[in-house]
T-cell receptor
Framework: AQTVTQSQPEMSVQEAETVTLSCTYD???????LFWYKQPPSRQMILVIR??????QNATENRFSVNFQKAAKSFSLKISDSQLGDAAMYFC???????????????FGQGTILTVHP | EAGVTQFPSHSVIEKGQTVTLRCDPI?????LYWYRRVMGKEIKFLLH????????ESGMPNNRFLAERTGGTYSTLKVQPAELEDSGVYFC??????????????FGPGTRLTVT
């Protein structure tokens, strides 16, 4: 079974600065997808960024980028030029790409609460 | 376009009672998922519907939980009888028919269930 670990329960950053959230995972599969989701306070979870394991190039979405290290099974999220609206709980998630009945299942980490200071 | 909606937003029940949670996916999304987050722990998968069929129910904790999706539209998750350990936030998500791609699951706001 796959597991996802977020070792930072809480992180904080000053507005306009950069912060990196850590995520490691364990799997025996070679083909999979990785995601970062964001849940602002009292709001629903939304997708921030996604990465296909077979792609070596790190995904980027505006101020959000990932550092995907497949051999190390690491998938960190970097937020540049942090804004107050980035304050949220961030979840790292894994999904198998190998088919079978569980192809839709997301496996989540424990989450990291990000605080942005003005 | 309306997002995924869930009802109720919060439910407080006594141990032994029954509760039914409802999820309305985004219109046209064949795939519907239920997840649960128990206090302080990670979000865990419960089950996955494709239209009205259960594709994967490997995460359902026990037979006190019954999920249905009649007609392939909205879904209900019934807990009967509720136990204290069932307390948590229940999330629903939906996605279009994905094939095997890197598709996004769209999440609802969750139902906070408190069993006392």
């Amino acid at each position: 079974a796959q597991t996802v670990t977020q070792s930072q329960p809480e992180m904080s950053v000053q507005e306009a600065e950069t912060v990196t959230l850590s995520c490691t995972y364990d799997t025996s599969e070679s083909d999979y997808y990785l995601f970062w989701y964001k849940q602002p306070p009292s709001r629903q979870m939304i997708l921030v960024i996604r990465q296909e394991a077979y792609k070596q190039q790190n995904a980027t979405e505006n101020r959000f980028s990932v550092n995907f290290q497949k051999a190390a099974k690491s998938f960190s999220l970097k937020i540049s030029d942090s804004q107050l609206g980035d304050a949220a709980m961030y979840f790292c998630a894994y999904r198998s790409a190998s088919g079978g009945t569980s192809y839709g299942k997301l496996t989540f980490g424990q989450g990291t609460i990000l605080t942005v200071h003005p | 376009e309306a997002g995924v909606t869930q009802f109720p937003s919060h439910s407080v029940i006594e141990k032994g009672q029954t509760v039914t949670l409802r999820c309305d996916p985004i219109s046209g999304h064949d795939n519907l998922y239920w997840y649960r987050r128990v206090m302080g722990k990670e979000i865990k998968f419960l089950l996955h519907f494709v239209k009205e069929s259960k594709q994967d129910e490997s995460g359902m904790p026990n037979n006190r939980f019954l999920a249905e999706r009649t007609g392939g539209t909205y879904s209900t998750l019934k807990v009967q009888p509720a136990e204290l350990e069932d307390s948590g936030v229940y999330f629903c998500a939906s996605s279009p028919q994905p094939g095997q791609g890197i598709y996004e699951q769209y999440f609802g706001p969750g139902t906070r269930l408190t069993v006392t």
